[in-house]
Nanobody, 113 residues
């Protein structure tokens, strides 16, 4: 089992920045993928960014604005979000994939115009 606890998020004006952090506990190896998804009202959950030792992956909509990093020894994954836009408003979920998918409880990010 893997437990994921998110922190960060909140309300920010367009153009501002926020930092999301996710701490994992349980059996999680460095080779396992971790990342962030988001779900806006009325929309499906979508990948924002993911990271594993060999690569990172970003949604086209956040490339150049968001940066995902990972502290492998501490099992922490961080999403730095810059130049935020109102369309980034969503609940953001931490994700880890081992033998199955694990999810955090979600944290709200609201970007005002």
């Amino acid at each position: 089992q893997v437990q994921l606890v998110e922190s960060g998020g909140g309300l920010v004006q367009a153009g501002g920045s926020l930092r999301l952090s996710c701490a994992a506990s349980g059996i999680l190896y460095a080779t396992n993928t971790m990342g962030w998804y988001r779900q806006a009202p009325g929309k499906e959950r979508e990948l924002v960014a993911s990271i594993k030792p060999s690569s990172t992956d970003y949604a086209d909509s956040v490339k150049g604005r968001f940066t995902i990093t990972r502290e492998y020894a501490k099992k922490v994954v961080i999403l730095q979000m810059d130049s935020l836009k109102p369309e980034d408003t969503a609940i953001y979920y931490c994700h880890a994939r081992t033998y199955k998918d694990f999810w955090g409880q979600g944290t709200q990010v609201t970007v005002s115009p």
